[in-house]
């Protein structure tokens, strides 16, 4: 059984910034990737940024230069701080891991989802 749990989300002011945070926890073995998607109401879930365990990094171009992505591998846990927000940004922010569990078994999971306002 592996999970994630988010945190993070909440109000904030066009402009103003949030960290979000997402922990696995459970049978792991290793993780390959850990990442954040947003969904806008009306839209599809689209990725924001995604950090492999290697490092390597991948951004949103709505994000580049406002959204930092980091990860500490120990604590299985990925970071997403959000800077300069806009209006557009409001979405529920997802919580993406691909990894292998202790069955060596790879999947994707998924978090619950953070809700992300942004307002004028």
């Known amino acids: 059984q592996v999970q994630l749990v988010e945190s993070g989300g909440g109000l904030v002011q066009a402009g103003g910034s949030l960290r979000l945070s997402c922990a696995a926890s459970?049978?792991?073995?290793?993780?390959?990737?850990m990442g954040w998607y947003c969904q806008a109401p009306g839209k599809q879930r689209e990725l924001v940024a995604a950090?492999?365990?290697?490092?390597?990094?991948n951004y949103a171009d709505s994000v580049k230069g406002r959204f930092t992505i980091s990860r500490d591998n120990a604590k299985n846990t990925v970071y997403l701080q959000m800077n300069s927000l806009k209006l557009e940004d409001t979405a529920v922010y997802y919580c993406?891991?691909?990894?292998?569990?202790?069955?060596?078994?790879?999947?994707?999971?998924w978090g619950q989802g953070t809700q992300v306002t942004v307002s004028s």
């Open positions: 459970g049978s792991i073995f290793s993780i390959k990737q």
């Open positions: 950090i492999t365990n290697g490092g390597s990094i």
């Open positions: 993406n891991a691909d990894l292998v569990d202790n069955r060596r078994y790879r999947n994707d999971y």
